[in-house]
């Protein structure tokens, strides 16, 4: 069982923290939510893998109902083997303490909710390492994770995720009629396993609907890892 | 809003389960058992279903070979079959198929397979309910409503609701099924391995509760193997007052060349439920990973036996989602008193403005000083009572663990609170008066809850001990005759105040002592009453709830947050051997001295806050500057004392310090915690001023209303402009997430708002702003809209049609000073 830290650096970054002089008050408050988000969360994933056919124009994935639409996704599958769909959460618990925090303080729901998104990336890297380490096994080599809602590829692929992984039932994950996630810090990607090693193998903003504007690309330190 | 009819009164159809045979009647009676079948979905994915199909459309085009999984499970020895409708709800179908035609095609596969017994399955409507997800419970119980009916038209003999992982929504189903169907209902919830199902339900709370609400049978399926569900069984054994029902799974699944194994083969599986059945268990099957091998071995188990263990006794609970509070013995519970307007000119205030951050609080704050009970009344004439105590119970339900007690004299707002109330509440209150009797107990046998009985009638509240004894023992007895066991009556001696009627006092701790060893019934307590118009109140409440307790008082209701009740309620634990061992007095005293008058005197700035400034600064502005909440308050306080004028304090220190920390922020020199700190001082005085004034002090600048939009759950952003404009003075109507259209236009319409924000985060969700604002242009056309939110730009707020964009929670404010001044 891998050990799951929030990467405080991280959350900050998410807060918009670029070097400011901040004094011991603010920073132990925030060491101290750090410290609630893992106390109050319960990450977890699952992932299954299934074979990619290309054929069509789209990206079907072989025994499931899963069919992904879209030219940035079909550029990212579209020469893979097979293909493992992941989920992530930190866990209702942590959407419960999150509640908990709106009510009593708009900080410390900031706080703590950059936090959780720092933590849910972990998992989501513990997830990645585990199909990895199964794609070495099988002696394939993987790409990047490639969430809905990056590029083209429509939110509204997520209820079809969870019911093809029963993320519900596995996780307690649940995607809302707008096709939201539930709990909010949740991931599902797709991670394309190749017979050859690849040469882009990094997620980069090129694809990202928000890279025109986004602040944390203007200062050098993009969302993902 | 909810449709609020009485469903209560319908619950004497539910007298005459209709029942398909005798010996289902007996299985129900917990004189025989009853096996089930196992695994559909591993069957199918065996026969090639491909994963995030909808099995269910498989009743409509194979037939065949759903019917021939049942017959084999028939043929292994399975007499109530499960039909294939696990997700055929209305959401999850879509357009695929009607619920009505899948479900007669379900049943019909079961019946063509020879099942003795149809059992008609209910999965989950796989969305979250509120206030986590965003399905209400109407919605929730729409679906499954729709469910039973096609059940009942097909001809199923059971109503089988299952994996359920959420108890409010297990409630929904149990609801829907009862009422609108006479066939048995059985209910089975999933559990992780740490023993509580994602919402943090354990097995003791789901049996409680799903006995109170009178279910045929309640239970364990999937989870996990029938080894590790074992203690959870044990659990739900112990309190169950109905059949308990398992279905676990043959272990944990694994890859083996390609094909999914599970890891408990059949022979060790039967070996398991062989020890369940000897514990109790009565109703057995199998979920995931099982097949007929494991049934055959199941039904051989149970073959020619039948059970001897009669059912646990009812005992005295209240439960919510995550917690039970069930009093055995001498135990006490205390139950908190603060959400009640009575008296409370703060909480009539937030009831009428609808500012349930401050009533959530209330319940957070006496969460965290130890209640174990809250008490919930909105009881003010010029709210619409039931609509808001609805909405208040669910959002306490999302920030405290507790359980509540519904408090009012409203029985349409009781039975809307307790109906979408998560759990198994206590309703406050019935009396001994006819009206009240025939009202009261049918909501309370309806909905499995708990009830509040006051010694009075028509004649008032009598004086002495025997004549209070005799209402309770009416009281009592109704209750029974209403189906409702006398472990869910908690009778309320009512207590005067000492400096009105000095002599009912005694008579007061009498009638609770012949009502607990008459009756044999708990007992609860409004204790602050007692001392009304005396000096040092607490020292009169705790010496009266100390010799109570000695009376035998099960549950008295106070302010959790007066330590010298702690004190009492905490050492009364120690004596009446609750806090055994006395480990949780010692924890919590050992260090504590008993405080001395003079010793409490002005703190200023508490510890850990540090960072006084120095003599020729001006003290609140630094304050505010470096974020120190309980320094500003108290200064605030101290300047205000000194004389100067509110007005004063906020045009010459407080407003300046914001503006000096927004330049900060936008200067980059300041991020964005830093800029709430400061807002969250500011806001430590702007509270001081406000609970100091008189009415005309703080000037209000204007109304605001802010929005997350129909379709986002994402408010954190919203929640921060919210705390902005208040500390400008405006007046921030804050709608909450996932907030539909109409909803904005009627508050805009009633509070006559000029000024409307609006968040969204995704692209996806931003339909929901243009949706909003359309709305607003077409009915309230002089509203000005700014938007904000990750994906948004001035170009996009254009595009969607708003008047002006904000990058971040400051220029929110900026927009409010431009267009409202």
């Given at each position: 069982?891998?050990?799951?830290?929030?990467?405080?650096?991280?959350?900050?970054?998410?807060?918009?923290?670029?070097?400011?002089?901040?004094?011991?008050?603010?920073?132990?408050?925030?060491?101290?939510?750090?410290?609630?988000?893992?106390?109050?969360?319960?990450?977890?994933?699952?992932?299954?893998?299934?074979?990619?056919?290309?054929?069509?124009?789209?990206?079907?994935?072989?025994?499931?109902?899963?069919?992904?639409?879209?030219?940035?996704?079909?550029e990212?599958?579209?020469?893979?083997?097979?293909?493992?769909v992941?989920?992530?959460?930190?866990?209702?618990?942590?959407?419960?303490?999150?509640?908990?925090?709106?009510?009593?303080?708009?900080?410390?729901?900031?706080?703590?909710?950059?936090?959780?998104?720092?933590?849910?990336?972990?998992?989501?890297?513990?997830?990645?390492?585990?199909?990895?380490?199964?794609?070495?096994?099988?002696?394939?080599?993987?790409?990047?994770?490639?969430?809905?809602?990056?590029?083209?590829?429509?939110?509204?692929?997520?209820p079809?995720i969870?019911?093809?992984?029963?993320?519900?039932?596995?996780?307690?994950?649940?995607?809302?009629?707008?096709?939201?996630?539930?709990?909010?810090?949740?991931?599902?990607?797709?991670?394309?396993?190749?017979?050859?090693l690849?040469?882009?193998?990094?997620?980069?903003?090129?694809?990202?609907?928000?890279?025109?504007?986004?602040?944390?690309?203007?200062?050098?330190?993009?969302?993902?890892? | 809003?909810?449709?609020?009819?009485?469903?209560?009164v319908?619950?004497?159809?539910?007298?005459?389960?209709?029942?398909?045979?005798?010996?289902?009647?007996?299985?129900?009676?917990?004189?025989?058992?009853?096996?089930?079948?196992?695994?559909?979905?591993?069957?199918?994915?065996?026969?090639?279903l491909?994963?995030?199909?909808?099995?269910?459309?498989?009743?409509?085009?194979?037939?065949?070979?759903?019917?021939?999984?049942?017959?084999?499970?028939?043929?292994?020895?399975?007499?109530?079959?499960?039909?294939n409708?696990?997700?055929?709800?209305?959401?999850?179908?879509?357009?695929?198929?009607?619920v009505?035609?899948?479900?007669?095609?379900?049943?019909s596969?079961?019946?063509?397979?020879?099942a003795?017994?149809?059992?008609?399955?209910?999965?989950?409507?796989?969305?979250?309910?509120?206030?986590?997800?965003?399905?209400?419970?109407?919605?929730?119980?729409?679906?499954?409503?729709?469910?039973?009916?096609?059940?009942?038209?097909?001809?199923?003999?059971?109503?089988?609701?299952?994996?359920?992982?959420?108890?409010?929504?297990?409630?929904?189903?149990v609801?829907?099924?009862?009422?609108?169907?006479?066939?048995?209902?059985?209910?089975?919830?999933?559990?992780?391995?740490?023993?509580?199902?994602?919402?943090?339900?354990?097995?003791?709370?789901?049996?409680?509760?799903?006995?109170?609400?009178?279910?045929?049978?309640?239970?364990?399926?999937?989870?996990l193997?029938?080894?590790?569900?074992?203690?959870?069984?044990?659990?739900?054994?112990?309190?169950?007052?109905?059949?308990?029902?398992?279905?676990?799974?043959?272990?944990?699944?694994?890859?083996?060349g390609?094909?999914?194994?599970?890891?408990?083969?059949?022979?060790?599986?039967?070996?398991?439920?062989?020890?369940?059945v000897?514990?109790?268990?009565?109703?057995?099957?199998?979920?995931?990973?099982?097949?007929?091998?494991?049934?055959a071995?199941?039904?051989?188990?149970?073959?020619?036996?039948?059970?001897?263990?009669?059912?646990?006794?009812?005992?005295?609970?209240?439960?919510s989602?995550?917690?039970?509070?069930?009093?055995?013995g001498?135990?006490?519970?205390?139950?908190?008193?603060?959400?009640?307007?009575?008296?409370?000119?703060?909480?009539?205030?937030?009831?009428?403005?609808?500012?349930?951050?401050?009533i959530?609080?209330?319940?957070?704050?006496?969460?965290?000083?130890?209640?174990?009970?809250?008490?919930?009344?909105?009881?003010?004439?010029?709210i619409?009572?039931a609509?808001?105590?609805?909405?208040?119970?669910?959002?306490i339900?999302?920030?405290?663990?507790?359980?509540?007690?519904?408090?009012?004299?409203?029985?349409?707002?009781?039975?809307?609170?307790?109906?979408?109330?998560?759990?198994?509440?206590?309703?406050?209150?019935?009396?001994?008066?006819?009206?009240?009797?025939?009202?009261?107990?049918p909501?309370?046998?309806?909905?499995?809850?708990?009830?509040?009985?006051?010694?009075?009638?028509?004649?008032?509240?009598?004086?002495?001990?025997?004549?209070?004894?005799?209402?309770?023992?009416?009281?009592?007895?109704?209750?029974?005759?209403?189906?409702?066991?006398?472990?869910?009556?908690l009778?309320?001696?009512?207590?005067?105040?000492?400096?009105?009627?000095?002599?009912?006092?005694?008579?007061?701790?009498?009638?609770?002592?012949?009502?607990?060893?008459?009756?044999?019934?708990?007992?609860?307590?409004?204790?602050?009453?007692?001392?009304?118009?005396?000096?040092?109140?607490?020292?009169?409440?705790?010496?009266?709830?100390?010799?109570a307790?000695?009376?035998?008082?099960?549950?008295?209701?106070?302010?959790?947050?007066?330590?010298?009740?702690?004190?009492?309620?905490?050492?009364?634990?120690?004596?009446?051997?609750?806090?055994?061992?006395?480990?949780?007095?010692?924890?919590?005293?050992?260090?504590?001295?008993?405080?001395?008058?003079?010793?409490?005197?002005?703190s200023?700035?508490?510890?850990?806050?540090?960072?006084?400034?120095?003599?020729?600064?001006?003290?609140?502005?630094?304050?505010?500057?470096?974020?120190?909440?309980?320094?500003?308050?108290?200064?605030?306080?101290?300047?205000?004392?000194?004389?100067?004028?509110?007005?004063?304090v906020?045009?010459?220190?407080?407003?300046?310090?914001?503006?000096?920390?927004?330049?900060?922020?936008?200067?980059?020199?300041?991020?964005?915690?830093?800029?709430?700190?400061?807002?969250?001082?500011?806001k430590?005085?702007?509270?001081?001023?406000?609970?100091?004034?008189?009415?005309?002090?703080?000037?209000?600048?204007?109304?605001?209303?802010?929005?997350?939009?129909?379709?986002?759950?994402?408010?954190i952003?919203?929640?921060?402009?919210?705390?902005?404009?208040?500390?400008?003075?405006?007046?921030?109507?804050?709608?909450?997430?996932?907030?539909?259209?109409?909803?904005?236009?009627?508050?805009?319409?009633?509070?006559?708002?000029?000024?409307?924000?609006?968040?969204?985060?995704?692209?996806?969700?931003?339909?929901?702003?243009?949706?909003?604002?359309?709305?607003?242009?077409?009915?309230?056309?002089?509203?000005?809209?700014?938007?904000?939110?990750?994906?948004?730009?001035?170009?996009?707020?254009?595009?969607?049609?708003?008047?002006?964009?904000?990058?971040?929670?400051?220029?929110?404010?900026?927009?409010?000073?431009?267009?409202?001044?």
């Amino acid at each position: 069982m891998p050990t799951y830290r929030v990467d405080k650096a991280e959350a900050l970054r998410y807060l918009g923290y670029a070097g400011q002089k901040t004094d011991d008050l603010l920073d132990e408050r925030i060491d101290e939510l750090i410290a609630a988000c893992e106390r109050d969360s319960a990450p977890a994933f699952v992932y299954r893998i299934f074979p990619v056919d290309a054929s069509s124009g789209a990206i079907r994935l072989v025994g499931s109902s899963l069919v992904l639409e879209g030219s940035a996704i079909y550029e990212h599958l579209r020469e893979a083997r097979s293909c493992a769909v992941m989920a992530v959460t930190l866990g209702l618990a942590n959407e419960r303490a999150t509640l908990r925090m709106k009510a009593k303080s708009a900080l410390d729901a900031a706080v703590f909710g950059a936090a959780g998104s720092s933590l849910v990336e972990c998992a989501a890297d513990a997830c990645e390492a585990a199909i990895v380490a199964e794609a070495a096994q099988r002696g394939l080599h993987t790409n990047w994770r490639f969430s809905p809602g990056y590029g083209d590829l429509p939110l509204d692929v997520q209820p079809a995720i969870v019911r093809t992984l029963e993320a519900d039932k596995k996780l307690g994950m649940t995607a809302t009629d707008s096709n939201l996630l539930i709990p909010v810090k949740s991931v599902t990607a797709f991670v394309g396993l190749f017979d050859e090693l690849r040469e882009h193998t990094k997620r980069s903003c090129a694809g990202c609907a928000c890279a025109s504007h986004c602040s944390l690309r203007k200062a050098g330190t993009p969302c993902y890892r | 809003m909810l449709p609020i009819t009485s469903h209560a009164v319908c619950a004497d159809a539910r007298d005459s389960l209709h029942i398909a045979d005798d010996y289902l009647a007996r299985v129900i009676a917990g004189e025989e058992y009853l096996v089930f079948d196992g695994a559909m979905g591993t069957m199918l994915q065996a026969a090639g279903l491909e994963a995030g199909e909808l099995p269910e459309l498989l009743c409509l085009t194979s037939p065949d070979e759903v019917t021939a999984i049942h017959r084999a499970y028939v043929e292994a020895g399975s007499q109530a079959v499960t039909t294939n409708t696990f997700g055929a709800n209305a959401r999850k179908l879509g357009d695929a198929a009607s619920v009505r035609e899948v479900f007669a095609a379900a049943v019909s596969c079961v019946r063509a397979a020879g099942a003795r017994y149809v059992a008609a399955d209910i999965g989950p409507t796989g969305a979250l309910l509120a206030p986590l997800g965003t399905m209400s419970f109407d919605e929730a119980y729409d679906l499954f409503a729709e469910q039973v009916r096609a059940a009942v038209e097909a001809g199923a003999d059971i109503i089988l609701i299952e994996t359920m992982a959420d108890l409010l929504e297990t409630k929904a189903a149990v609801l829907a099924a009862k009422e609108n169907s006479r066939l048995p209902v059985f209910a089975t919830m999933t559990f992780g391995e740490d023993g509580r199902t994602f919402l943090g339900t354990s097995p003791r709370i789901a049996a409680l509760t799903l006995s109170s609400l009178g279910v045929q049978a309640l239970g364990v399926n999937c989870s996990l193997g029938p080894d590790d569900l074992r203690p959870l069984v044990d659990e739900m054994l112990e309190v169950a007052t109905c059949p308990v029902m398992v279905q676990a799974n043959a272990g944990l699944p694994h890859v083996e060349g390609g094909r999914t194994v599970f890891s408990v083969s059949a022979d060790a599986y039967a070996e398991s439920v062989a020890g369940m059945v000897e514990a109790g268990v009565r109703i057995v099957g199998g979920c995931c990973g099982t097949n007929p091998a494991y049934i055959a071995n199941v039904a051989d188990i149970v073959r020619d036996k039948r059970p001897v263990r009669s059912f646990a006794r009812p005992l005295c609970s209240v439960t919510s989602a995550q917690e039970a509070v069930v009093l055995e013995g001498r135990h006490v519970a205390t139950i908190g008193e603060r959400i009640n307007p009575t008296g409370k000119k703060r909480l009539k205030e937030a009831l009428r403005s609808g500012d349930s951050d401050y009533i959530i609080n209330e319940a957070i704050a006496q969460t965290e000083a130890g209640a174990d009970i809250l008490d919930v009344n909105a009881g003010l004439p010029e709210i619409d009572e039931a609509a808001v105590l609805v909405d208040l119970v669910g959002k306490i339900q999302g920030v405290s663990g507790l359980p509540l007690q519904i408090d009012s004299s409203d029985p349409v707002a009781v039975e809307a609170a307790v109906r979408a109330y998560a759990g198994k509440p206590i309703i406050n209150s019935v009396n001994g008066k006819q009206e009240s009797l025939q009202t009261v107990l049918p909501i309370a046998k309806h909905y499995g809850c708990a009830v509040v009985g006051l010694t009075l009638d028509e004649g008032g509240i009598p004086p002495t001990a025997e004549e209070r004894f005799a209402i309770a023992e009416r009281i009592v007895q109704a209750a029974e005759e209403a189906g409702i066991p006398r472990q869910d009556v908690l009778i309320d001696c009512l207590v005067m105040a000492a400096s009105t009627n000095q002599s009912e006092v005694v008579e007061i701790l009498r009638a609770i002592t012949l009502v607990k060893e008459r009756l044999g019934v708990r007992t609860v307590l409004g204790v602050s009453n007692v001392s009304f118009g005396l000096p040092l109140r607490e020292v009169v409440n705790a010496t009266f709830l100390a010799s109570a307790f000695a009376a035998g008082l099960d549950m008295p209701i106070l302010n959790p947050l007066s330590e010298r009740y702690r004190e009492v309620v905490d050492s009364w634990r120690v004596l009446c051997g609750q806090d055994v061992g006395a480990m949780r007095y010692i924890e919590g005293y050992a260090d504590k001295k008993i405080a001395s008058a003079t010793a409490k005197a002005a703190s200023g700035a508490p510890a850990g806050e540090g960072g006084a400034p120095t003599a020729c600064e001006d003290g609140l502005r630094h304050f505010v500057i470096t974020g120190r909440r309980a320094a500003a308050g108290a200064e605030v306080e101290r300047m205000l004392d000194a004389g100067e004028s509110a007005m004063a304090v906020i045009d010459g220190h407080l407003i300046p310090a914001l503006d000096e920390v927004g330049k900060r922020f936008e200067a980059g020199t300041f991020f964005l915690p830093q800029l709430m700190a400061s807002a969250e001082a500011a806001k430590a005085g702007f509270d001081v001023i406000r609970s100091r004034s008189t009415g005309e002090a703080v000037a209000d600048k204007g109304s605001v209303a802010v929005a997350t939009v129909k379709g986002d759950i994402h408010d954190i952003g919203k929640n921060i402009v919210r705390m902005l404009l208040e500390n400008y003075g405006y007046t921030v109507y804050d709608l909450g997430r996932d907030v539909e259209p109409q909803a904005v236009i009627d508050c805009v319409k009633e509070h006559g708002i000029k000024l409307v924000g609006l968040s969204a985060l995704m692209t996806t969700t931003v339909r929901g702003m243009e949706d909003t604002i359309a709305l607003l242009r077409e009915q309230a056309p002089d509203t000005k809209v700014f938007v904000g939110g990750a994906v948004l730009t001035p170009e996009y707020a254009q595009m969607v049609g708003a008047d002006y964009y904000a990058k971040d929670a400051a220029e929110g404010a900026r927009i409010c000073a431009e267009v409202l001044g």
